[in-house]
C-alpha cells in the first residue's frame, strides 16, 4: 500500500491530510482532494480510506496525464454511542467531540494548508462521500450557517463530485424515520435545530447563500449514486440536481454530470474502491474534454 505525506493543521489527532503523489514523471496539474464519510462519527471510516481508490487510480494512464496528487482529509469527529469516550481521562487531542461547524471548519482548515503547500488555485477537484458530499457542496455554498466565513474554500474547486451523498439532511431523517440511526447521528453532529439543518443542506438552499449564486468558478458537478445503496436513497440526488440545474443556467459551458449506475453497497463504493475511482476517471475525462471553456 502507498504511504502518503501526512501533514497537521491542528492540534487535534484527526486534524490531519494525507497527500499521495501521482505516479512518477506524472504531468498533470489537477489535485483530487477527498473528503471520507461515515455520518460524522465512525472512527472506523477516516482519510485512509482513500487508500484503496488510490492504487486503483494511480495505475491509470489518464491519471498520469491530469493528476498531480491527490489529498484525504480528516477532520474532527462528533460522538458515537458504540464508542463512548471518558471525557475526564480522553486527552483533549482525541476526543470525539466535534459539532457542526467543526466538521467544516476543518475541512475548509486543510484546503487553506494545501494551498499554503502546494499552491493549486482552482485546479482541484473536490470529491467527498456521504456526508464528506455534504461537505464538498457546502464549500461551494456562498454561506453555510454557523460556519465561520473567513475559511470558506479561497478559491473553490472546478469541479465537485457526491458520491452516495446526503444533500437535504432533514429528507434523509425524514425518509428512514423508522431507523433511529439517522435522527441520532443528525442530532449528534449538527444538534436538534432542524431550521439549522435546513439552512447547512447544500440541496436545500436556494437563495443567494446557496451553491447556485456561491460556486462561481465552477465548471463541472458531478452526482454519483448507486442502486446497492440501502443507506443513501436517490431522492438526495433528485433534489441536489434542480440546484445544480439552477446553478448551470447562470454561466455557459457549465455541466452537470449524473451517475446513478453504481452497483455496489453504499460503503463497497469507496472500500473496493473500483466504483469511486471509475467516478473520479469520468469526472477527470470530462473536465479535460472542456478545457477549452474558460472557467
Ligand atoms: N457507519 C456509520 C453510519 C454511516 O456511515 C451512515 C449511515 C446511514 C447513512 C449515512 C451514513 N454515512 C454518511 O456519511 C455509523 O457507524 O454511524
Redesign the pocket.
Known amino acids: 500500500m502507498a504511504q502518503p505525506d501526512t501533514f497537521s493543521y491542528g492540534p487535534h489527532e484527526l486534524q490531519k491530510v494525507h497527500v499521495y503523489r501521482a505516479q512518477e514523471g506524472g504531468q498533470g496539474a489537477l489535485w483530487v482532494i477527498y473528503i471520507h ?6 472512527k472506523d ?1 477516516l482519510a485512509d480510506s482513500f487508500s484503496k481508490t488510490y492504487e486503483i487510480l494511480n495505475k491509470h494512464p489518464m491519471i498520469h496525464n491530469n493528476v498531480a496528487a491527490f489529498a484525504s482529509i480528516d477532520y474532527r469527529l462528533s460522538p ?1 454511542p ?1 464508542s463512548p469516550q471518558d471525557p475526564v481521562k480522553t486527552p483533549k487531542s482525541r476526543l470525539r467531540n466535534a459539532m457542526h461547524p467543526d466538521h467544516l471548519n476543518d475541512v475548509q482548515a486543510a484546503l487553506k494548508v494545501l494551498q499554503e503547500k502546494y499552491a493549486f488555485q482552482d485546479q482541484y477537484v473536490l470529491v467527498g ?4 458530499a455534504t461537505m464538498s457542496f457546502q464549500a461551494v455554498m456562498n454561506k453555510v450557517q454557523g460556519a465561520d466565513p473567513t475559511s470558506i474554500a479561497s478559491p473553490k474547486p472546478r469541479a465537485v463530485v457526491g458520491v452516495c451523498g ?1 444533500y437535504d439532511l432533514r429528507l ?1 431523517r425524514n425518509d428512514f424515520k423508522e431507523i433511529q ?2 435522527d441520532e ?1 443528525l442530532k449528534g453532529a449538527l444538534g436538534p435545530d432542524e431550521e439549522l439543518w435546513d439552512r447547512i443542506s447544500p440541496g436545500k438552499v436556494a437563495d443567494s447563500d446557496g451553491v447556485a449564486s456561491g460556486w462561481q468558478n465552477g465548471q463541472l458537478a458531478v452526482l454519483a449514486n448507486s442502486t446497492g445503496d440501502l ?2 436513497n436517490k431522492h438526495q440526488a433528485d433534489v441536489m440536481v434542480k440546484i445544480l440545474e439552477q446553478w448551470k443556467s447562470l454561466v455557459e459551458g457549465r455541466d452537470v454530470v449524473e451517475l446513478y449506475d453504481l452497483r455496489e453497497g ?1 460503503d463497497d463504493v469507496w472500500q473496493k474502491g473500483e466504483e469511486l475511482a471509475n467516478v473520479i476517471i469520468t469526472t477527470i475525462k470530462r473536465l479535460a474534454r472542456n478545457k477549452d471553456i474558460a472557467c
Do not use: L, M, P, T
Open positions: 464519510g461515515g455520518a460524522y462519527r465512525d471510516i458515537h458504540n462521500h456521504s456526508v464528506g446526503i434523509i440511526i439517522y447521528f443507506v443513501v453504499h
